[in-house]
């Protein structure tokens, strides 16, 4: 089982719809959660960062987290073409005392105007 | 400043050659990462420095040498470079490699090795 999981799409939808991205996680320590949105030949930026259960929104990005369901999601309100990219989901683990950033493959969404 | 700048932004090498990456950052940061990222593929974690000393070294080949000359520097010495070692090498930092807010790391541009 990898220890990060997206669906690798594309997920494509319409400009003005919403777009919802999931992403599963194996180690049932983790702490820290985050989405980095990468467009084509360029550096992950990070968009959102969520450590505790629940929703959290910034502007037109919400996060989602589900501790006991292992669950993270990133939803996207009033999608834009310029939204599409790819978008790595990455966890925060445990490697011999240090924090390590575990990156799922990412989901590439194309919004369509 | 919330920018991690990186050079070259292109090098291309022959397998005999020297070269080394550079990164800078001056957000206060006291943990740099290097990664290593293939097309289509996640970034991999290379090597950690927290607090200028190396923290995680992911079995990385000796060919990638790391150094941190100061908390806001952090080079990467390539020697012999294989074909297969052509990629994006990206730069990060974080405030420090705990957990929490602390540990949002934030990418420079990268450099796109090819290496001949």
């Known amino acids: 089982q990898k220890e990060v999981e997206q669906n690798s799409g594309p997920l494509s939808v319409p400009e003005g719809a919403i777009a919802s991205l999931n992403c599963t996680y194996s180690d049932r320590v983790s702490q820290s959660f985050f989405w980095y949105r990468q467009y084509s030949g360029k550096s992950p930026e990070l968009i959102m960062s969520?450590?505790?259960?629940g929703d959290k929104e910034d502007g037109r990005f919400t996060a989602q987290l589900n501790k006991a369901s292992q669950y993270v999601s990133l939803l996207i309100r009033d999608s834009q073409p310029s939204d599409s990219a790819t978008y790595l989901c990455?966890?925060?683990?445990?490697?011999?005392?240090?924090?390590?950033?575990?990156f799922g493959t990412g989901t590439r969404l194309l919004v369509s105007p | 400043d919330t920018e991690v700048t990186q050079t070259p932004k292109h090098l291309v090498m022959g397998m005999t050659n020297k070269k080394s990456l550079k990164c800078e950052q001056h957000?206060?940061?006291?943990?740099m990462y290097w990664y290593k990222q293939k097309a289509k593929k996640p970034p991999e974690l290379m090597f950690v420095y927290s607090y200028e000393k190396l923290s995680i070294n992911e079995s990385v080949p000796s060919r990638f040498s790391p150094e941190c000359p100061n908390s806001s520097l952090l080079n990467l010495h390539l020697h012999a470079l294989q074909p297969e070692d052509s990629a994006l090498y990206l730069c990060?930092?974080?405030?420090?490699?705990?957990?929490?807010?602390?540990?949002?790391?934030?990418f420079g541009p990268g450099t796109r090795l090819t290496v001949l």
């Open positions: 990455a966890v925060m683990g445990w490697n011999t005392g240090f924090q390590k950033l575990v």
């Open positions: 969520i450590y505790s259960n």
């Open positions: 990060a930092s974080s405030q420090d490699a705990s957990g929490g807010a602390g540990g949002e790391q934030f």
């Open positions: 957000m206060g940061h006291r943990a």
